[in-house]
């Protein structure tokens, strides 16, 4: 089996599916960029990177007709969506020109549910025994993309690339809803607004302060375990005021769901209990509002039986047999 990876194969024209989207996304920016110029802090960087992100796009199909194999292909579809953490914070560049928007979601949780549960999760069960499984749950997201994809690698090469474009088609989906409606979510808005507004049900519009503020504080707990650790030092790193609303990290791990059971029940099986901590983390740790979070599931379904139909009228011949 791993040998037959490197078994020369007989060599695909053209870019695979999920390259031609990753470079509309690219293409579809970069006219945004070029259109929002004089307002962006660093517009010549990020269409930089964009042409860096292109000419690797290309030398990857070039390095694959040298040695075409399974391999050669992987690695052309795994770059591309290990670029998603690119692709991600850069929605906040976009964003944070715009009016937050936050006030109006808090609004509307309040007024559904009588409070904030993003807040009364956490208070409410501030143990160890509760935080640090719904942690792991929260970490759980990208190995669980890894697990799944690695899966139809081996398992379902032929259908490798169909997921590989339904994962990465709905990101670039939720990614450009993202630039247009900027909501950073509790563990942002509330810290700038102040605890006090959030206990009173007050939610204040804050119009542009994520355009110069974008400071993650610590989420909440209150025994801090080797999982909040991991969380808290990824988030440090790469989060950014965006992407609250829907939950992305729902409804993409709804889609893995969704693609593991479709091809191993034993797959989805051993996923669940993963894939509910990370929907229960998404509002303990105050990532997102529970609607975001609620959103994000049912957008899923949506969103798998569209890109779906897309891939199936695009891209009806697969490369990969």
């Excluded at 590989?164 to 939720?174: A, D, E, K, L």
């Excluded at 609250?244 to 479709?262: K, N, W």
């Excluded at 091809?263 to 894939?275: I, N, Q, T």
Aim: include cysteine.
């Amino acid at each position: 089996m791993a040998l037959d990876i490197f078994k020369k194969v007989e060599t695909q024209k053209g870019l695979f599916a999920v390259e031609k989207i990753s470079l509309i996304y690219n293409l579809l920016t970069s006219i945004l960029i070029l259109f929002m110029f004089p307002q962006m802090s660093h517009p010549l960087g990020m269409l930089w990177d964009r042409v860096v992100i292109a000419v690797m796009t290309f030398c990857l199909i070039y390095l694959y007709r040298l040695a075409p194999c399974k391999f050669s292909a992987f690695i052309r579809i795994i770059v591309q969506m290990g670029l998603l953490s690119y692709w991600y914070p850069d929605t906040f560049e976009f964003n944070r020109l715009f009016t937050n928007l936050d006030h109006l979601f808090a609004s509307t949780e309040q007024f559904i549910f009588g409070c904030q549960p993003a807040v009364e999760f956490s208070q409410h069960l501030p143990y160890a025994w509760v935080s640090e499984p719904l942690n792991l749950g929260y970490f759980s997201y990208y190995p669980m993309i890894a697990v799944v994809g690695i899966f139809y690698f081996f398992r379902r090469f032929e259908l490798f690339e169909k997921w590989s474009f339904i994962i990465v088609m709905s990101f670039f989906i939720y990614y450009f809803f993202y630039i247009f409606v900027p909501v950073a979510g509790p563990q942002f808005y509330f810290p700038a607004i102040g605890m006090d507004n959030v206990t009173n049900g007050v939610f204040p519009a804050i119009g542009h302060y994520f355009n110069t503020h974008h400071e993650l504080l610590p989420g909440p707990d209150y025994q801090h375990g080797f999982f909040y650790s991991l969380v808290d030092a990824s988030q440090q790193v790469g989060e950014r005021p965006t992407a609250a609303f829907p939950s992305s990290h729902v409804a993409i791990s709804t889609l893995l769901m969704i693609s593991a059971f479709r091809v191993s029940r034993k797959l989805g099986s051993f996923l669940l209990p993963f894939y509910f901590l990370l929907c229960c983390a998404t509002v303990y740790i105050q990532a997102h509002y529970l609607i975001d979070s609620i959103t994000g599931l049912i957008s899923a379904f949506f969103m798998y039986i569209l890109v779906t139909k897309m891939y199936n009228k695009w891209f009806a011949d697969p490369l990969f047999k």
